[in-house]
């Protein structure tokens, strides 16, 4: 079976640093995305990991281990802009492109 | 920076018609997806295409569900004979390879 598993909901202060993780049983792995989503919009791309490691992409970062089926999303120097919820979501196999998503983390940041 | 569109951005339909949800991809991208959100759930893949032809659908995708790409810009959803279960926001995504796909705004469908 596919199954991405994120933590519900998070609340952070300003200025802080929070690390939202995901773990994942796919049938397959191609890659791992990190989207940042805003209530009633489209997902929005942060990130990329296919290779195990740290990404680091401005006040973003994330982690994966491949043979760990985890991922870490790092957000630096919050800001309240960053309230939004964080959708994982993995690349499985085959070469069709089909993202399987988590149920998404929904960040607060308050001052 | 080039982005992807969709239209309408709302459709509101009685159980039973037919929907067509409109995209324009990002010009270069060469592969196109259907994705769905039902609001407060996670985001589900319906259909992925490549080459003038579906690569891979969803068990969501069924026979009431068709894509088609009628020119060179446009990719459409199709959906024959809706049912209230279809209420939710449809994004469309695109990519240029297998990699980073990038979303459209989405069109909000409520069926009555």
């Known amino acids: 079976g596919q199954n991405i598993d994120q933590p519900t909901e998070m609340t952070a202060t300003e200025g802080a640093i929070v690390q939202i993780n995901c773990t994942y049983q796919t049938s397959g792995f191609n890659g791992l995305f990190w989207y940042q989503q805003h209530a009633g919009e489209a997902p929005t791309f942060l990130s990329y990991?296919?290779?195990?490691g740290l990404e680091e992409k401005g006040r973003f970062s994330s982690f994966l281990s491949r043979s760990k089926g985890y991922s870490y999303l790092l957000l630096k120097e919050l800001q309240m802009k960053d309230s939004a919820s964080y959708l994982c979501a993995v690349k499985g196999s085959g070469n069709t492109g089909k993202l399987i998503f988590g149920q998404g983390t929904t960040l607060q940041v308050k001052p | 920076e080039p982005e992807v569109t969709q239209t309408p951005s709302h459709q509101v339909t009685q159980m039973g018609q037919e929907v067509i949800l409109r995209c324009v991809p990002i010009?270069?991208?060469?592969?196109f997806y259907w994705y769905r959100q039902i609001l407060g759930q996670k985001v589900e893949f319906l259909v992925s295409?490549?080459?003038?032809?579906?690569?891979?659908k969803s068990e969501i995708f069924d026979d009431q569900f068709s894509v088609e790409r009628p020119d060179g810009s446009n990719f459409t959803l199709k959906i024959r004979s809706t049912k209230l279960e279809d209420s939710a926001m449809y994004f469309c995504?695109?990519?240029?390879?297998?990699?980073?796909?990038?979303f459209g705004p989405g069109t909000r469908l409520l069926v009555l």
């Open positions: 295409f490549y080459n003038n032809e579906i690569s891979e």
């Open positions: 010009s270069n991208h060469l592969y």
């Open positions: 995504a695109s990519s240029v390879g297998q990699e980073t796909q990038y």
């Open positions: 990991n296919v290779l195990d």
